[in-house]
């Protein structure tokens, strides 16, 4: 394989389609000098691999049995791939793929959605140049072949662990990454964001937004895409389309195909000459006169949208220029078809339809593939494991009561949004498929249309996960609340969410729900809790109601669903009671309340553990009570400021409960994004664990050296 200058400007040859091609400035016109870009592993993110370079020595199986990748083992970084031949570059695609089955089948992480872009991202990296052009990822899934391509292969076995790589992009882990993919969706602003920018300060860099057809369910894709046209900066969009939708139909259509010929018209539509010929006839109509040139539009339109495939008029309407479909899984094309949108120079605008399969693979892949599902069947680790096997999670307990009162109440029904669905929900689904509505990525619609079907005399439970329903706010806030409308939001994913990390972190929802005027806002401490929560919540008609629940594993063992028993509003209870301290917990941190109260316990601390279910509106008779029979209280909320201890404060201050010998102390989340760990490691980052609990009691005691001792352990 051929050595690629260092300096790199723009005039090196590269291999492509059988031939060399000179990559001359004018082809690429950038003027960009990158000769600070090192063939090998940059340091610019130095202070990641610092802090894993010791895991990765110890942690020996990572190339176990691994299948031998000469062509990937050359390539450091995306300068590698520059002189790499057609057939090279089909042989690094198979080893990508052989790398990525290796390196993700001792984990939980589902490598499938960057399979299916193994050649996509092969291809954007040899025909683009970043990191000075820039290239944004919509979904956090897809990018693991462009981290492996981009100086991070040695770190993915710590993908997802603490101090490890992400498992999104990250500005601050690479220089390639560059913008922060999160919920989806964001690739398209942010990129046309980046294209005006670059226009303003008179720069030439080329900016690629990747989105996938999962989340083009979401407005904000729509609203980029129309602004990008009515602006007609010069960005290349490409629709991953993974050939499958989130709104699977019973009579489903023919889906989009890929042959000969619309790969020949992708071809010819993304040519230069081919595009300024169009240009050019526009120019001409225009001259000619009005109603001429609305002809020829009109004629232009009806041509393409033969040439294209349904619905691609589409992305004309919003003023891109649509090309494709492409074979996302054909080297050779996807070159082509990206120099050529390279080359282009003022052009607007250009959308890239790239037709990709999730199970792509070569048949070794596939068959190390499922030998390691078979070897990993006694593991924990996918949705589709067996119940026996799986354990049982907050999301099973509620379905599992909800079937129950749907049972008896034909007007519960279902609203869904997210990326992904709970497996749990299928339950229902499968017993009311009528009753069911899945509506993918689109979770302002989903708030909206709950609202509309609980006017229509429904009972609506809107299942969002946290962080999603952040999208969602306006509606939860103009649609709901303001009305008065009793939909009844079921907020997933709460608090912590482990290897996830900050972006799907439920950090916030306490605060932004419980501030408004006629929410009801409360939390189980458990899963008994949680059933009688979702009875209370069936009988809510007169105002919106919002409860919150953990990933992960049910604090009980055994407990058959029964009938709930509906909550008065805005009651707590008393767990446990003693006199020198009070936990007050709200939601899932009452557990940990009660692992504090087992530290102190053998200390010679009585303490007084509540539950308090409601954020809102609080239980102001056991406040008064917690404050008359204690010196401190202490409240206790897996959230962030301004939540359930804000609420507290606020009563306990305005009350004047804070003038007399009280003293007050909340514990939340910090004032700080939680990076992705194990849920123990982040409990304990943020100080919510039953030893920073119980430690901050033994400070307020006076005990300042247990305490020490219970951080330390």
């Given amino acids: 394989m051929a050595t690629t200058p260092s300096t790199y400007p723009f005039g090196i040859p590269f291999h492509s389609q059988g031939r060399r091609v000179d990559c001359s400035t004018s082809l690429f016109p950038l003027r960009v000098d990158l000769s600070t870009i090192s063939m090998c592993p940059r340091s610019a993110s130095k202070g990641l691999i610092d802090r894993v370079y010791a895991r990765l020595d110890s942690d020996d199986d990572f190339y176990r049995e691994k299948v031998p990748t000469p062509m990937l083992d050359m390539v450091e970084n995306p300068l590698c791939l520059k002189n790499l031949s057609l057939k090279e570059m089909k042989q690094l695609a198979v080893e990508i793929r052989s790398d990525l089955s290796s390196i993700m089948s001792g984990t939980q992480i589902s490598p499938k959605a960057s399979m299916a872009v193994v050649e996509l991202t092969v291809a954007i990296h040899h025909v683009f140049h970043a990191p000075v052009d820039k290239i944004l990822w919509d979904v956090g899934d897809q990018t693991y072949a462009h981290k492996i391509l981009t100086e991070r292969r040695s770190l993915m076995n710590t993908m997802r662990r603490r101090n490890g790589l992400s498992g999104f992009t990250c500005r601050s882990e690479s220089e390639y990454d560059a913008f922060g993919a999160a919920h989806g ?61 989130l709104l699977p139909k019973i009579e489903e259509g023919p889906k989009t195909s890929v042959n000969a010929l619309s790969s020949t018209l992708s071809k010819l539509q993304s040519s230069k000459s081919f595009r300024r010929f169009r240009e050019a006839a526009k120019g001409v109509t225009k ?19 033969m040439m294209g495939p349904l619905g691609s008029t589409l992305f004309e309407e919003l003023g891109l220029y649509y090309i ?87 007007d519960i029904v279902i609203v869904h949004a997210g990326i992904t669905m709970e497996p749990s929900l299928e339950l229902f689904r499968e017993n009311f498929p009528d009753r069911f509505f899945d509506v993918g990525m689109a979770e302002q619609h989903a708030v909206t249309f709950a609202s509309g079907l609980a006017c229509g ?122 006199k020198d301290v009070a936990f007050l917990g709200y939601g899932s941190m009452v557990q940990n309340c009660l692992k504090a109260h087992s530290l102190l316990t053998k200390l010679g601390v009585e303490v007084t553990v509540a539950d308090a279910r409601f954020c809102k509106p609080l239980d102001i008779k056991l406040l008064r009570q917690l404050c008359k029979h204690h010196s401190f209280l202490i409240t206790v909320e897996e959230g962030s400021i301004g939540g359930f201890g804000s609420h507290v404060g606020q009563f306990i201050a305005l009350n004047g409960l804070l003038d007399g010998r009280i003293k007050w102390r909340p514990i939340v989340l910090p004032d700080r994004y939680i990076e992705h760990a194990s849920p123990n490691e982040q409990l304990d980052q943020a100080g919510l664990s039953g030893h920073h609990i119980a430690a901050t009691a033994l400070s307020l005691l006076g005990r300042t050296r247990e305490a020490l001792l219970f951080m330390c352990s």
Avoid at 293 to 301: I, M, N, P, R, S
């Fill in 185 to 245: 969706c964001n690739s398209i602003s942010a990129g046309l964001g980046m294209a005006v920018a670059r226009d303003i300060k008179g720069r030439r860099e080329r900016v690629v937004a990747v989105i996938s057809n999962w989340t083009t369910m979401a407005g904000q894709a729509y609203e980029a895409m129309s602004n990008a046209g009515y602006l007609d900066s010069n960005m290349v969009v490409i629709l991953n389309d993974s050939r499958h939708s």
């Fill in 287 to 305: 001259r000619i006169g009005r109603g001429m040139h609305e002809l020829a539009a009109k004629v232009d339109e009806y041509a393409r949208g």
């Fill in 324 to 410: 494709g479909p492409v074979d996302g899984h054909n080297i050779e094309d996807l070159i082509c078809v990206l120099q050529e949108v390279a080359s282009l120079d003022s052009m607007g605008p250009v959308l890239v339809h790239v037709i990709t399969d999730e199970n792509q693979g070569d048949e070794n892949s596939q068959k190390s593939d499922i030998t390691d599902r078979q070897q990993d069947d006694d593991s924990v680790k996918s949705d589709s494991l067996d119940n026996a096997v799986r354990p049982r999670t907050y999301g099973d307990c509620f379905v599992e009561t909800l079937v129950a009162e749907a049972e008896k109440d034909k």
């Fill in 457 to 578: 005399g429904l009972k609506p439970f809107c299942i969002i996960p946290s962080s999603f329903l952040q999208r969602a706010y306006d509606q939860v806030v103009h649609d709901v609340d303001q009305q008065k409308i009793p939909v009844r939001f079921v907020i997933t994913s709460a608090g912590l969410v482990g290897s996830d990390g900050p972006l799907q972190c439920g950090a916030f929802d306490i605060t932004f729900m419980s501030c408004l005027p006629n929410m009801i806002v409360m939390a189980p401490s458990d899963e008994v809790e949680l059933v009688h929560m979702v009875a209370t919540a069936t009988r809510i008609n007169n105002q919106p109601v919002c409860f919150r629940y953990p990933r992960g594993a049910l604090v009980g063992k055994g407990h058959t669903i029964s009938d709930g028993i509906p909550i008065k509003i805005g009651r707590g209870r008393v767990l446990v009671e003693g």
